[in-house]
T-cell receptor, first 110, second 116 residues
Framework: GQNIDQPTEMTATEGAIVQINCTYQTSGFNGLFWYQQHAGEAPTFLSYNVLDGLEEKGRFSSFLSRSKGYSYLLLKELQMKDSASYLCAHLGNQGGKLIFGQGTELSVKP | GAGVSQSPRYKVAKRGQDVALRCDPISGHVSLFWYQQALGQGPEFLTYFQNEAQLDKSGLPSDRFFAERPEGSVSTLKIQRTQQEDSAVYLC??????????????FGPGTRLTVL
């Protein structure tokens, strides 16, 4: 199977740090993506991990452990505009289709 | 440059009607994907084109769903005899390469379909 799980919703305070976890099961791993999606808008690419470790990109970082089937997205210095749904996805076994989790709805409060 | 565009942005259909949803990918992008996103859920894969060839249609939920990309650019997703469970946002994405490895997908804003 190709299951992927992430929490449904999270709440955090402006200026704080939040970690959104994602676990996956797949028979063939080809990379792990994080996308951000504001309500009513298109998903936008945040990060891609194919090797173990941490990838840092400004306020956002993404971590991958292939042996554990685990990834997280770390958001630092949270801003109100970071309130959105964060989608974890991995590449399917055939072609380039993405297998998405249900998304984590993050609410940033003052 | 222009991103992926989709039309219409919103569509209301009566149960049983046929609908056609259009996707204009980024110019020159080889790969094109359609996803269905139900409220509060992540996108679910429907079908994939490489140029004009439909290489994977394993996600289409029934034979009422049909997609085409006749000239390898614009794509149309057609749903026949719509049913209430078809209500969702239909997302189109394109990517520049035909490689199956890492290949960032650029998403359009989606078409929100409501079937009454």
């Amino acid at each position: 199977g190709q299951n992927i799980d992430q929490p449904t919703e999270m709440t955090a305070t402006e200026g704080a740090i939040v970690q959104i976890n994602c676990t996956y099961q797949t028979s063939g791993f080809n990379g792990l993506f994080w996308y951000q999606q504001h309500a009513g808008e298109a998903p936008t690419f945040l990060s891609y991990n194919v090797l173990d470790g941490l990838e840092e990109k400004g306020r956002f970082s993404s971590f991958l452990s292939r042996s554990k089937g685990y990834s997280y997205l770390l958001l630092k210095e949270l801003q109100m505009k970071d309130s959105a749904s964060y989608l974890c996805a991995h590449l399917g076994n055939q072609g380039g289709k993405l297998i998405f989790g249900q998304g984590t709805e993050l609410s940033v409060k003052p | 440059g222009a991103g992926v565009s989709q039309s219409p942005r919103y569509k209301v259909a009566k149960r049983g009607q046929d609908v056609a949803l259009r996707c204009d990918p980024i110019s020159g992008h080889v790969s094109l994907f359609w996803y269905q996103q139900a409220l509060g859920q992540g996108p679910e894969f429907l079908t994939y084109f490489q140029n004009e060839a439909q290489l994977d249609k394993s996600g289409l939920p029934s034979d009422r769903f049909f997609a085409e990309r006749p000239e390898g650019s614009v794509s149309t997703l057609k749903i026949q005899r719509t049913q209430q469970e078809d209500s969702a946002v239909y997302l189109c994405a394109s990517s520049p390469s035909q490689e199956s490895s890492y290949n960032e997908q650029f998403f359009g804003p989606g078409t929100r379909l409501t079937v009454l």
